[in-house]
Nanobody
Framework: QVQLVESGGGLVQPGGSLRLSCTAS????????MGWYRQAPGKQRELVAA???????NYIDSVKGRFTISRDNAKNTVYLQMNSLKPEDTAVYYCYAHTIESNRGYDYWGQGTQVTVSS
């Protein structure tokens, strides 16, 4: 099992920045994938950014050039640096991790952190 603890959400004006953190309860080297989803009211949860299969990164098109995912292996922590925030980035952001054990995949989720972009 993996426990994920998030921090860093809040209220920010358009154009501002926030950094989200997600700390895992075990080495992130053991995880097949780790990253961030978000869910806005009335919308489906969508993948924002993630590390997969080691160091490969994926971003949803709408955040490319504005968001950066990074990690600190020693701290078992993944970060999401969000710059040039827009009102449409408002959502609950969820950290997630995916593991593969005995040929089965498992998904784990953090509790979610609210990001609100508003003037």
């Amino acid at each position: 099992q993996v426990q994920l603890v998030e921090s860093g959400g809040g209220l920010v004006q358009p154009g501002g920045s926030l950094r989200l953190s997600c700390t895992a309860s075990r080495s992130i080297f053991s995880l097949y994938a780790m990253g961030w989803y978000r869910q806005a009211p009335g919308k489906q949860r969508e993948l924002v950014a993630a590390f997969t299969s080691g160091s490969s990164t994926n971003y949803i098109d709408s955040v490319k050039g504005r968001f950066t995912i990074s990690r600190d292996n020693a701290k078992n922590t993944v970060y999401l640096q969000m710059n040039s925030l827009k009102p449409e980035d408002t959502a609950v952001y969820y950290c997630y991790a995916h593991t593969i054990e005995s040929n089965r995949g498992y998904d784990y989720w953090g509790q979610g952190t609210q990001v609100t972009v508003s003037s």
